[in-house]
């Protein structure tokens, strides 16, 4: 045999030795990445946690929030705690056409800036429930309770607990929840609010489990 064909036959060897090894590799990824899904798909705690912990890892957000959980696989109830924003982290101006067409910042009302305040932390109510149920078809209800640091009547800063929501699947189920109003979608639900009509927020004590 020529020294041309034993190189042929060294190059086809090596190019099957090469076949071989990317199919078993691909093989193995794809047992592992299936293996994972299936876990995932019955709520398995680790896959359950390893595939939300990213979601929060990546969540970018124009206002700080912080995210504690617990996954009951047995119940299929996530319950979540959510370190909401304050109202100071908003906005207190406003741009306004005058007469003359021209742009002039306007101070806004304590209504107004408690009325954005309860849009935004019952959006987040839903925005964060809604990216939860897509973690696993195993979760079938979630508990989330939201507080915020506020001063009492002594100036020292407590943690308040301003809403606490019961979830469903179905709820979130064949709705564009992005035109929803986020404090009537989160009303409908079985909830904790107390809130007066100018939406200033009073102190709840948070459900500590769905039932």
Do not use: H
């Not at 041309?4 to 190059?11: A, I």
């Not at 705690?45 to 990213?54: G, L």
């Not at 507080?147 to 943690?159: A, E, S, V």
Request: negative net charge.
């Amino acid at each position: 045999m020529s020294d041309w064909e034993n190189k042929r036959n060294s190059f086809w060897q090596f190019q099957e030795q090469k076949r071989v090894e990317a199919e078993a590799y691909y093989k193995e990824e794809y047992e592992s990445q299936k293996e994972f899904m299936e876990y995932l798909i019955n709520g398995d705690d680790e896959e359950v946690s390893e595939v939300f912990d990213e979601w929060i890892e990546s969540c970018e957000l124009p206002v700080e929030i912080n995210i504690n959980y617990d996954w009951n696989q047995k119940d299929k109830t996530m319950m979540l705690d959510v370190d909401l924003p304050e109202i100071e982290d908003l906005s207190e101006t406003k741009m306004t056409k005058t007469d003359a067409g021209n742009l002039k910042e306007k101070k806004k009302t304590q209504t107004e800036l408690r009325g954005e305040y309860a849009t935004l932390v019952f959006g987040l109510a839903m925005f964060i429930s809604s990216n939860a149920f897509n973690v696993s078809p195993a979760i079938e209800k979630i508990v989330i309770s939201g507080y915020t640091q506020r001063r009492n009547k002594d100036g020292d800063i407590n943690d308040d607990y301003i809403y606490s929501i019961k979830f469903t699947r179905n709820m979130f189920e064949k709705k564009n929840i992005t035109i929803m109003d986020p404090k009537a979608f989160c009303m409908i639900a079985e909830n904790r609010c107390n809130m007066t009509s100018t939406s200033l927020f009073k102190v709840i004590k948070p459900y500590d489990s769905y039932e």
